[in-house]
């Protein structure tokens, strides 16, 4: 039943005496135009945490959760915008996939998440807990992402209508709906399951990382992101998919809660490696804006007010901003195809390099990271001739608590000590194992040894590192949290640790043969 022009007219937010919500300033393109905006930040967001982001389970889940969302609120954009029904079915049938694996991305990244920063028990748990996961709400989804784009049993997409009287609508136009398949319940469950449980590990989370602390922060945020997907879920598939209601609400819950998402892993990434993200996060959307701004006012200008282009320039607006960030981040390919293998690599050492010195926290801070980055490529250069004793030595330290694998480790025949010792495999093991113990004692400076989260390590850092990783047998994450390091900051010291001590074995073992010839 249609309203009365006398009861809607003025009817701005009130109740109707027939039980129906009007907000009749609204614009009939405005829910159109919320989305598209919606959906240019989420894929820009997810554009901006990929390529600062190094390439390990969370950050990927996370970009692939929000791509996925941002899918979805395109083709919800391009339904909106649709002049008739037909046009709102194809878009949203051809989307459909996307919000159907969402869910179990954003379950799988909290597993992730609990299996890289939770307590070493959660962390187990998690660790076994993440491939079954995979499978089985991976399988659901690929399940009700076939079924819901190729047929009718989630969303019966033949029977489409449009109605003008529901309990809340937004401006002068009716809501479309598609009515509900056989399969749609289990769907609803499916999803409902994959956000109670992501709320849960993150609650978990934040209720046991340290109190004061940046993680605790980004999990406390976290959590704000899972209550905002329950909320805006729920609204989308119980409230819009049961009773025909507008779900303009629900995608700005999700729009909300996407861009807290993004932007706290894009922190919990930079506090992993030492690094701010603020400055870089600016400097990055007012870059996108530009780009966005310039080539929507072009399309703007160019195109005919036509819903065939709108279609068109929406997606080739995506496509713009991908290949923009493609290629100022990851254009290695090109360069090493414009300027041989060599400089194209030194090139992008050096872009990746300035992108990284903004992300530091000052300015001497900055200069030492240059200074090591330069230095190591250095280093790099000269070695890249004779890395054999290198690759050896790193081999054989992995191997320290190893008796039975030194005992056929190639560094046996290098060493000078081991290659002449007269004795049993085993024994040779001993003694090359010995050998290496002895090069990191030589690392280890004068006094007292700091204790774990006694504050800074000085000049213990390249002797702590390969102490405890090689010969204590200690996870890395567990080293960092150890002694407070930053990813960055382990790993140079690690590579230059190992460095050191392989030049000092290769002169040792010439040593000896030298003064026999005098």
Known sequence: MAIPARLAAGASGRLLPSGVVV?????AWGEGLLLAAGATMVWALALYLITRAPPRRVPILATAAMLLLAVYQLGQALGAFAPDLRDWVIWLERTWWAPAVAPASWLLLTVALADAEGSPHVA??????????????????????????????????????????????????????????PLFVPFQVYVLVCLLASFGIIARLWHTSPPGTPLRARFGWLLVSAALFMAGA????????????????????????????????????????GEQVTADFLGYSLAMLAIVGLYGAIILVLAPPDFGWLERALVLLFVVMTTHVAVATRGHLLDRLLYGPVRGVLRGQLRELSNRVV???????????????VDD????????DSPELRVLVEGALRRMNDLPGLSQHPLLAELARTAEYDGSPLERAAVLRSELEQAIERLRPSGARPSPGGGVVGGWLHYLVLREAYLDGRPNKQIMQRYTLSEGTFHRARRRAIDAITLDLAQRSTAPSASSRV
């Open 359 to 373: 992300r530091q926290p000052d300015s001497v801070t900055a200069l030492v990271d240059v200074r090591e980055t």
């Open 124 to 181: 187990a748990l998690a660790r076994r807990a993440f491939w079954p996961a995979a499978v089985v709400f991976g399988g659901a989804a690929l399940v009700f992402a076939v079924t819901g784009t190729a047929t009718t049993l989630l969303q019966d997409w033949d029977r489409a209508y449009e109605v003008e009287q529901t309990v809340l609508r937004l401006g002068p136009g009716t809501t479309r709906h598609a009515p509900a398949g």
């Open 377 to 384: 490529m250095l280093r790099e250069g000269e070695s890249r």
């Open 234 to 273: 729920g609204w989308i598939v119980i409230v819009s998919g049961v009773f025909a209601v507008t779900g303009l609400p629900e995608h700005v819950l999700v729009i909300t809660g996407v861009l807290i998402l993004g932007y706290n892993l894009a922190r919990y990434g930079a506090l992993l490696a």
């Open 23 to 27: 907000v009749a300033w609204w614009p």
